[in-house]
Each structure stands twice: as C-alpha cells, then as structure tokens.
C-alpha cells in the first residue's frame, strides 16, 4: 500500500482542481496562513549565539482550499511551504500538509454511508472502541493516509479503514508505530438501548514496514499483527460494566524467529494452571473489566463514586499501534492487576475526596510487583480560589532486589482567577524520608495586559543534595483574531508544561534553565 499515498495524494489535488469554477452554485473557499519563527539559544563556544531560524523547520506559508461542488460531496487540500533543514541551501519545499474527500448519503433522519478519503490527518484512525485500545492516531504519525467508510443502519454502527503509515524508518527506529500498512475493521450494535447494552468486535491487521534481518532471527520483523477482540458494554441505574477481551497473532518471516521472540508461546487456554489468570489464559490475549458508578448518594449525605477495574495482559500481546505507558512502571503487556477509586462529594460544600489504590505484577519486561496508592483533597474555598492537597506512595518490590523501593510524594496546589488574571502555585516533595528527597516549586501566571494584549510565565525550582536549579519562562502575546497573532518569549518552556508543572520529570530530574528567546508570527487569510 506504500505505492498508494502519491495516488491518495494525485486524486485530492485533482477533486479540488479540477471542479467547474463557473457553476456558481460551487461553494469554494481559500484561505490559508502565513509567519514565521526566529530563535536564538545560548551555546557553548566562540559563537554564543545560534540564530539559525531553519532549525525550527518554520511554515512559512500555507494555502487551503475547500469546495462543496455537490450536496453530498466535499473536499478540502492544504499546501504549505517549510524550510527543509536536510538541504545545503536551507532551501524552501512545498509539501501537501492536509487533504480530504468526503461523500456522505443520508437514507432517513440517523442512517447514513460516509466514504473519505484522507492524507495526513490521522484522526481519522480513531475508533470508538471500549477499554482495550486498538490503534492511536499519535502513534501512527502525521504522515498517515488512506480511505475510511463509515456507516450508520439502524442499530448498527461499522468502519472500515485502510492506511498506510509511511513515517519512521524501521532501521532506524524497529520498535516505532508509525510505518507500514493498517487494516481496521470495527462494528458495533446497540442491543438494548433501554439497558444501555452495547456489544463491539474490532479487527486490526498491521503490515510493518520491511526491516533488515542480517540473518539474525531475533531481529527479524514480522510480517503482519492481527488483533482481534470483542467489548460489552451495560449501562443500568446509573452503573456502568465494560469488558474488553482481545488477542494478537504474529506471523514471522523465518520459522525460527517467533521463537525467538515469543519463548513459552501458547495460543489456547490452560485450565489446569493455578496462580495468575494470566497463566490460564493464551499469552498473546488481554482482559480489561471495569465496574463504574458516578453518583450513588443523596443531597443530605453527599454523592459517593467507584470505580473497581481489573487487567490481565499476557507477556505476548505486543500492540505496535499504541502509545507506550508514560507512567513508570507500567508496561503494556505481562501485566496482570487490580486498580480501584473511590470518591466522595460532600453536601452543599464543594469539597471532594479521592482515593486510588492501584496493585499489579509484572512479569514480561520486567520482574516485579508494582502497589501504588493515591490520597486527593480539592476544594473551592471563595468563589475563584481553590486549592488541592494530592499524596502519592509507590512501592515496587523487583525480584532480583533484596529490597524494595519505597516512594511517597505530596503536592500542595493553590490556585485562583479573577478579571482575566489567573495564576497557580505548587509545592512538592519527592521521595520523602529518602536521602534522595527533592523540594519542588512551581508558580504560573497569566494576566490582560490590554484587551489584545497577554502576558504569561512559569517559574520554577528544584532543591535536592546537589543544590538548587531553576527554571524560567515568560511570553508576551499579541493577537488580532482571526487576523494575525505575535508572540515573544524567552526561557525552557518544556520545564513544568504538564499537567502537575512540580511533578514534571523535566523539573524533578535536570530543571536547567536555558536562555532562549524565541519571536513567532502567524496570520491567516
């Protein structure tokens, strides 16, 4: 399918360019944007300043146009010029940016078949599944195009998907998403609508892209991953009961290699083993459960909610087409836990409480058992003024470790808005009652300057054995919607831009500041 995005990209060009401009009854539509970005950063050597703008691959320009030649029918196409750094001369390059052709028909008011095809807009990857997650649409990149149908018939709700990837190369990233082909098939059909009860099946065929073996039959890729799975959703008196159950199947290019990589393989189910439902089930299959009930209380006594869930993830079941977990310690296979929560609304108070408790094992990548427990406080004090009181303690108990590693963490949260100006302070303690133990501080603000006219920043601070670090960031802004905006900021702005700026591993681990200035300008037309 590698050979179809210059074809996806020929017959979008063509559907917009070659619609009868006469017809006045065509609605066609240009626009586009234009800017630029200047940035200067601080080195070390005899030229202290680096001012090469290229380096930031700035769009320049860009030119969108849409037409609506049929009742029916749409398509939309976006060019845009960027300085391509790979070139001796840092010269310009046009490149397609967006493109899309829609055919949609109605039978009735709610049935409905929707044809598309897309180029780069990989949103169109997304898939209304359950808890499982099949394909993300930031894993497969920017660079991903193909066709999708959508349709709607009664009760029945289906989506078929093709796509090629393009993106990354797999020599020199073998583990990424973002290269080969995708197939996805999704139906769903709502059984009961009374009850709530939804019943799904997903099927996702991915053909990476070919990677070098050099003989060698642990490296060698395979030649396709087929998951396959089934969801159930009831919704009944306000609780809610989801149940995901899929499994993936590899096929190899050499018979040896899925050995290799794949030791202890079984496919079907060992009822006879004891232990873990990971041991009973095929290793290449995963479980997820989840037990949801938002509001179940009273206004005299306050509104209770929980949320008990189960996972079990077989060591084999490796899905290429999702992001990887950003919480340390959680693979996405060979994994097999619990987590619940439990929250409470007082009456006639905005105060909430929040407890988590969350218990896994894993024994894939990694050999050890993972508890982690969450504490959380918030409340509205005055109408404006809220704060927060968040505790975190992690215990990992690895197997090969005579001892166990033992975390707690607390944030204190305040923050407040008023006429347009806002800020939020946070205070942290990472690995309390540890020689590893490091005090936290972040502070951001943003307030009017002018009715156009918006200043913003973040300050923040880390105290550990080694010292103190420290971290600044501040932006003015301009804008004149929907004309054109301008922005001048300098400072690390990737220190604290989660969403707990004191828990940020940028913060918590280096927090160096760097002087950078940096000047953007974008309009549109």
Sequence with gaps: MSSSRAVVTTLLFACVCTAPAAAAAIDLRIGGTFGFGLTAREQAGDFKWDWNSAREETSLVELKLGIHPLENLQAFIAFGARLDTSREDDGLVLQLREGLLRYTRYFGNADSLALVLFARQPSWLWLDHGLATYVEPRRAGDNVQGVRANLRWRALHGAIIAADQGG???????????????????????????????????????????????????????????????????????????????????????????????????????????????????????????????????????????????????????????????????????????????WYRLPARPVWLRYVYERSTQFADAQRRVIRQTGEVEGIFVPGVAGRVLYVQRQ??????????????????????????????????????????????????????????????????????????????????????????????????????????????????????????????????
């Design 396 to 525: 990992i108990d690895a197997a090969l470790a005579p001892y166990g590693e033992h975390h707690n963490d607390l944030l204190t949260e305040l923050r407040a808005t008023h006429a347009g100006t806002r800020f939020r302070a946070q205070l942290a303690f990472v690995d309390l009652d540890t020689p590893a133990r490091r005090e936290l501080f972040a502070f951001e603000a943003g307030a009017r300057v002018t009715s156009r006219v918006q200043a913003v920043g973040r300050v923040s601070f880390a105290n550990d054995a080694t010292g103190v670090r420290r971290a600044l960031f501040a932006e003015l802004q301009y804008w004149h919607l929907p004309h054109f905006e301008l922005a001048l900021h300098y400072g690390a702005e990737w220190v604290g831009d989660r969403a707990d700026p004191a828990f940020d591993p940028d913060l918590v681990a280096s927090a160096a500041n760097r002087d950078v200035v940096r000047l953007h300008f974008r309009g549109w037309f």
């Design 168 to 342: 990354v190369e797999p020599l020199l990233a073998p583990d990424a998403g973002g290269d080969g082909d995708v197939v996805v098939l999704r139906a769903r059909g709502d059984l009961a609508p009374d009850v709530g009860l939804r019943l799904g099946g997903t099927w996702v065929r991915h053909l990476p892209a070919a990677a070098p073996t050099r003989g060698d039959p642990a490296r060698v890729d395979v030649l396709r991953r087929d998951h396959a799975g089934i969801d159930l959703r009831l919704h009944l008196r306000g609780v809610q009961l989801q149940l995901d159950y899929s499994q993936i199947a590899s096929v190899y290019a050499q018979p040896g290699a899925q050995e290799a990589q794949e030791p202890g393989l079984r496919r079907g189910w060992d009822w006879g083993a004891g232990g873990r439902l990971t041991d009973v089930m095929p290793t290449t299959a995963a479980l997820l459960a989840e037990v949801r009930a938002p509001a179940l209380g009273s206004p005299r006594w306050g509104w209770v909610g929980l949320a008990p869930a189960f996972h079990a993830v077989g060591r084999h079941h490796t899905n290429r087409l999702r992001q990887p977990s950003r919480v340390p310690g959680s693979p996405t296979r060979g994994v097999e836990g619990y987590r619940a929560e439990l």
